[in-house]
């Protein structure tokens, strides 16, 4: 059984879920650097990162979940050169055991965003 996720006030550009609920997984939705009303964050790519993550902590609290739950996140760079800025900013938001990770290079991403973060979690209760 999968359950769509919505998050009020977290526009997507297109016609998707921002996450999907299919048994213990949660599959979250890229997110990119958007604000309420749609608009790419001003500043550069930390800024752009920091409101990625941020927006990806929004479909967590919506689904119930937190970033401890993550086991899985991609990263999407326009610039393999925004690594290491992009990096620290991610590595601010875990403290022991984040989740595996891949980072990217991509062409280009969905109105002009310069990041781009999907994730999946896994949310059954430890034993």
Same mark, same amino acid.
């Given at each position: 059984m999968k359950k769509a996720i919505g998050v009020p006030d977290l526009p997507t550009v297109g016609p998707y879920s921002p996450a999907i609920r299919a048994g213990d997984f949660l599959f979250i939705s890229g997110q990119i650097p958007m604000d309420a009303a749609g608009k790419l964050v001003p500043g550069g790519i930390e800024e752009q990162a920091r409101r990625a993550?941020?927006? =990806?902590k929004r479909v967590l609290d919506a689904a119930?979940?937190? =970033?401890k739950d993550l086991v899985k996140v991609t990263i999407y760079l326009v610039d393999m050169g925004d690594f290491a800025v992009v990096?620290?900013?991610?590595?601010s938001y875990f403290d022991l055991d984040p989740p595996a990770r891949a980072c990217v290079a991509v062409r280009e991403l969905p109105k002009g965003a310069r990041v781009e973060i999907e994730a999946v979690a896994y949310l059954a209760e430890e034993s």
């Open positions: 993550m941020e927006n =990806l119930g979940a937190s =970033l990096n620290k900013v991610y590595g």
